[in-house]
């Protein structure tokens, strides 16, 4: 996992001296330090998600919400993926999510629940752990 | 032959004999390998993939057939156990009987969402948390904290009407009773709940909370209810569908029962109404 740049400390300082809440989260997306790493605008649903089996993957992100630093990005497979095509992580720790036909998202922490982005499912996630650390889930 | 009740309408000795059981399998290691079973489907049930447990036609038969095999577990223990279910529309309440001390204990504290009464506490020390996703031992619920309602009664009669069992695509997707009552479309009936309850409920590991079996035994006898008012509807998809269970079809991970071996409840069961 990379390590926090300056900048990106400072927001994620930032975001947590605003207090806890969906506002700090939504501070530490608006700032330049995590802007820069965004491709795309993450929360915005990508036009027409299809239940083929191949849907274009929504953009990467890398913010710090609640304290905790949650990233997603495509990714190029790995046995545990089922088809999904895209990571998240809090804290460095892979969270197990999944993209429904509709183009919704669920984690495995929120698995009843779908929510419009990956990033929205990391941001349940946080709120779900309170604080608890992931389990990493076996690679298979 | 066993017989499944309304958990509202057990007695006291039926609902000690129940915990006692459910406590036993925990303690022998047994109850945990139901848990790790169902994350590894909930994991692995993909809307464009192979899809089994969930988010497909087989979602009623592959529980159905999992609820058995708690059940002959539980009954191995003690043979007068049957599983009970709950009727979330009509106790629909954190107040209901359900979740007083003597049965599955209450929500959880505000704090940390723990559950700080009743026999699966983690107080009591027989109820550690050891398939988990995160950090925490302890059984935690937010009854109704994700601000939403149990279903209504109506809501279930209007996915009991639904006349199809399942359509194409076969997944989240799919108009027809099944995912209706599955809750990816319509007035979501199932997700819901496990949502309404918060902690694992809401998680891949859900089994964690006794709840589940008797959620799960509700949303199986509302399948049976639902035969009865369309008798002449089947399971589908027939044969010949990639990744779905077909109606003659073995399911995983079981590989000796189709859907075809599952739809009559009567075989295995009866329930306490209807």
Known sequence: MPRLTRR????AAAALASGAGAGAGAQAAAAPGAAAHDHGSPDSPSPAPSSTSSPSSPSSFDEVYKGRRIQGRPSTGGGHHHGTGYAVFV???ELHVMRNADGSWISVVSHYDPVPTPRAAARAAVDELQGAKLVPFPAN | MTVRKNQATLTADEKRRFV???LELKRSGRYDTFVTTHNEFIVADTDNGERTGHRSPSFLPWHRRFLLEFERALQSVDASVALPYWDWS???SAR???WAPDFLGGTGRSRDGRVTDGPFAAATGVWPITVRLDGRTYLRRALGGAGRELPTRAEVDSVLSIPTYDMAPWNSASDGFRNHLEGWRG????NRVHVWVGGQMATGV?????????????IDKLWAQWQRRHPDAGYVPAAGTPDVVDLDETMKPWHDTRPADLLDHTRHYTFDTD
């Open chain 2, 187 to 190: 007035v979501n009936l199932h």
């Open chain 1, 8 to 11: 990106r400390a400072l927001t």
């Open chain 2, 206 to 218: 859900s089994p964690n909370d006794p709840v589940f079996w008797l959620h799960h035994a509700y």
């Open chain 2, 20 to 22: 006692t059981a459910v």
């Open chain 2, 90 to 92: 009509t106790d629909r």
């Open chain 1, 91 to 93: 804290d460095g720790v």
């Open chain 2, 96 to 98: 209901s009987s359900l």
